[in-house]
Structure formats: structure tokens, C-alpha cells
T-cell receptor, first 112, second 116 residues
Framework: DAKTTQPPSMDCAEGRAANLPCNHS???????VYWYRQIHSQGPQYIIH???NNETNEMASLIITEDRKSSTLILPHATLRDTAVYYC?????????????FGQGTELSVKP | GAGVSQSPSNKVTEKGKDVELRCDPI?????LYWYRQSLGQGLEFLIYFQGNSAPDKSGLPSDRFSAERTGGSVSTLTIQRTQQEDSAVYLCASSPRTGERADTQYFGPGTRLTVL
């Protein structure tokens, strides 16, 4: 599975949009981009995933560049409850074993 | 609907004892995964089940670690002769393997294991 690169930490003001970048320059054509987050002392929580097109759900938006080498997770109106570690993971479609390879993620702090 | 549940939530044991950790996946999810997260470390894959079979055990750190799954549902992770370095949060996840979110993994709250 392709490796990802994320900034170790970011701050965001409450109510503003949080834009979390991820580089995955070695991504293959059959790999999805997944985003999970882990709030302190909880299990990881699925946020969103995409292959080529931009995606939006009730939690976030995912913008994937045309060459698919990077993506941005957007939390449109960050709240204090969005403070968490955010993981960007690339994973093959119906991949062997199904395992997720977690990096260090981005620690997002939403401040009042 | 019910999510992934794990028990116990906390386990304190003495070095050398055996422990069993339990995972109840989301009903109907055929895939089940175990991960662990040591203090200050990232999440580390341990083992993957599809049904009752474990096609990928590559993350189990030693032969003291084993896992089984019965009835395509509940899974037990067993650690024999526990060592202090086994102290971690053990996380279980399940995924449906069909449909739009076939490979989306849904995680339980974890079991915090402390080996004294």
C-alpha cells in the first residue's frame, strides 16, 4: 500500500473550516484514499473515502487532485469535538487482507 | 444499530499470566480485524479474519499471540505469558466486505491491557 505524508499537527479556530492535507504520490490506480480520525481514548472513526472524484458526506468533504497524488480533507465548520488525530490512508480496492496501514496522522486542535 | 463491542474495557494482569480479549463485530460483517496501539505509538495491524479463517496473521508479534473466530462472529485474541511490552490498547474492527462501504472498517472502543 502507498505511503502517505501528513503534517504532524494543525490548529483551527472553532467555526472555521479545517483543511487537512495529505500527500500520497505513489498511489496506484486501484487504491482508494480513506480518512479516519481518533478522538482521545476512543477507537478510530471512519470519515470518508474516495477514488478519483471529490466526495462529500455529513461529516466532511474530500478533495482529490486530478493526478491523485494528494488530497485534502475539509471539515467545513470545525467544532471543539473535532479535536482528534486524523489519519489519511491509501488502501487497495478489496485489498488483500483488508488491513489498514496507519501513519502518525495529523493532530488537529480546534480552539475556541 | 449496535456497533463493535469489546470486553473487557480494561484489563490489568501480572507478567506471565494469560489473557483473553473479546470482540463482538457488527452483525453481518464478515471481516474482522485486530490492531493494537501502544502508548504514544500508531495503530499496528495484528490479524485479519474473513469468516472464520485468518488469511493474514502477519502482524502477530510472536507465537504468544493467537486469535480465533467462531460462527463468523465473535473473536477472541489470546496472549499467553504476558510481558510488559504487551501493554497497549487492543482494538477490534469489522467491515461488511459487500456494498458501497465494503472495506470501511468500524472500530470498537478497545481493551486497555496493562501488564504489571
Amino acid at each position: 500500500d502507498a505511503k502517505t505524508t501528513q503534517p504532524p499537527s494543525m490548529d483551527c479556530a472553532e467555526g472555521r473550516a479545517a483543511n487537512l492535507p495529505c500527500n500520497h504520490s505513489t498511489i496506484s490506480g486501484n487504491e482508494y484514499v480513506y480518512w479516519y480520525r481518533q478522538i482521545h481514548s476512543q477507537g478510530p472513526q471512519y470519515i470518508i473515502h474516495g477514488l478519483k472524484n471529490n466526495e462529500t458526506n455529513e461529516m466532511a468533504s474530500l478533495i482529490i487532485t486530478e493526478d491523485r497524488k494528494s488530497s485534502t480533507l475539509i471539515l467545513p465548520h470545525a467544532t471543539l469535538r473535532d479535536t482528534a488525530v486524523y489519519y489519511c490512508i491509501v488502501s487497495r480496492i478489496y485489498n488483500q487482507g483488508g488491513k489498514l496501514i496507519f501513519g502518525q496522522g495529523t493532530e488537529l486542535s480546534v480552539k475556541p | 444499530g449496535a456497533g463493535v463491542s469489546q470486553s473487557p474495557s480494561n484489563k490489568v494482569t501480572e507478567k506471565g499470566k494469560d489473557v483473553e480479549l473479546r470482540c463482538d463485530p457488527i452483525s453481518g460483517h464478515t471481516a474482522l480485524y485486530w490492531y493494537r496501539q501502544s502508548l504514544g505509538q500508531g495503530l499496528e495491524f495484528l490479524i485479519y479474519f474473513q469468516g472464520n479463517s485468518a488469511p493474514d496473521k502477519s502482524g502477530l508479534p510472536s507465537d504468544r499471540f493467537s486469535a480465533e473466530r467462531t460462527g463468523g462472529s465473535v473473536s477472541t485474541l489470546t496472549i499467553q505469558r504476558t510481558q510488559q511490552e504487551d501493554s497497549a490498547v487492543y482494538l477490534c474492527a469489522s467491515s461488511p466486505r459487500t456494498g458501497e462501504r465494503a472495506d470501511t472498517q468500524y472500530f470498537g472502543p478497545g481493551t486497555r491491557l496493562t501488564v504489571l
